[in-house]
């Protein structure tokens, strides 16, 4: 299937260029990015030493692009502020897997974690037939929660209560000029704009359940403080999760480990879920699994029905561009493409 990548130059879209390079499914196209960037060839751009056939492409604009979208299916990592009209553009004919926020919250439209949530597909006619689109558009969380959701997930089992969550990101979180050396040298900045108020409301819309049209929330309350703090890539978060029935913390650990949805389905971008590591630590587990495994460790229980734990992944990865392909790739497998 030939694709399109909108965004292409900025972190998250090479991210999604290096992930889909080899792909055996999806075959990049065209590379879009602003029109300061139109006519390079790739690996001009590019921050690592690209292949001969993607480094040759010749970047668009995406002007030109909407123009003809003669594409299967397009992946997006343009800025929300933009997103939202050109992906309601291209999906009238085409399926968008968007990294976006700009569509997130709307009543037909999955925020897709396919561990965890991979039968809000469904809601892919709900939107074709209610908007009139031959495509559609799938997004996928913000980065902290697309983390998060994961171990929340395997552990929903044992009843969900309440959650707190303070996360620690990284710096490439915020883009190429997010976040300057001088503001991050020596600090962590407690504050990155909506991400609090995006952690809760997605974490509970992706545990929800569709049922016929739309999605009912999963029930249990979630508090998030978020902080940037001075790490390259990755994103920690120090979790604080009670539930209705009580366990003991080796049950956990197992459910943990345990829990692998999608591995009977040979998706190529899959990998375990979850690996627990008893001290987590972002130099040498944030690229478990190509990036796309998560870390949960230091999990103890601290009374009754009450536990805590740390877990990290890769922003970029598992909470951006892989996400995002993992997406396409259960969208295929289930017919949709």
Aim: aromatic share 8%.
């Amino acid at each position: 299937m030939e694709v399109a990548i909108l965004g292409a130059t900025g972190l998250v879209g090479q991210t999604f260029v290096k992930l889909l390079e080899d792909h055996p499914w999806f075959e990049i196209k065209h590379l879009i990015a602003s029109e300061k960037s139109k006519g390079k060839r790739f690996k001009e751009v590019a921050t690592w030493n690209v292949s001969d056939e993607i480094g040759e492409i010749k970047i668009e604009s995406l002007d030109d692009f909407l123009k003809s979208p003669d594409v299967d299916l397009v992946f997006s990592a343009l800025p929300s502020s933009v997103a939202k009209e050109v992906e309601e553009k291209l999906a009238k004919k085409v399926p968008i897997f968007s990294n976006a926020s700009s569509h997130r919250y709307e009543e037909d439209v999955p925020i897709l974690v396919p561990e965890v949530n991979g039968d809000h597909l469904g809601l892919i006619e709900v939107q074709r037939e209610k908007r009139n689109w031959e495509g559609f558009i799938v997004t996928n969380p913000n980065c902290s929660t697309a983390i998060l959701v994961l171990s929340l997930k395997a552990l929903e089992q044992f009843e969900i209560k309440s959650v707190n969550v303070a996360t620690m990101q990284a710096i490439s979180g915020a883009g190429f000029s997010g976040v300057s050396a001088m503001q991050i040298f020596d600090n962590i900045i407690p504050y990155i704009e909506k991400e609090e108020w995006k952690i809760e409301n997605e974490s509970r819309k992706i545990l929800g359940k569709l049922e016929g049209n739309k999605i009912i929330p999963a029930n249990f309350e979630i508090t998030a403080l978020t902080t940037r703090v001075p790490v390259l890539h990755g994103h920690t978060e120090s979790v604080f999760i009670e539930f209705e029935e009580d366990a003991e913390a080796e049950e956990l650990k197992e459910t943990l480990e345990k829990f692998n949805p999608l591995e009977k389905l040979n998706l190529p971008t899959a990998e375990r879920p979850i690996a627990y590591k008893e001290i987590p630590q972002l130099r040498f587990h944030r690229d478990l699994g190509i990036g796309m495994t998560v870390v949960v460790g230091r999990l103890e229980k601290v009374k009754a029905k009450k536990f805590k734990y740390i877990t990290l992944g890769h922003n970029l990865v598992r909470g951006a561009a892989g996400g995002s392909i993992l997406n396409a790739e259960l969208a295929y497998k289930r017919g949709f493409l």
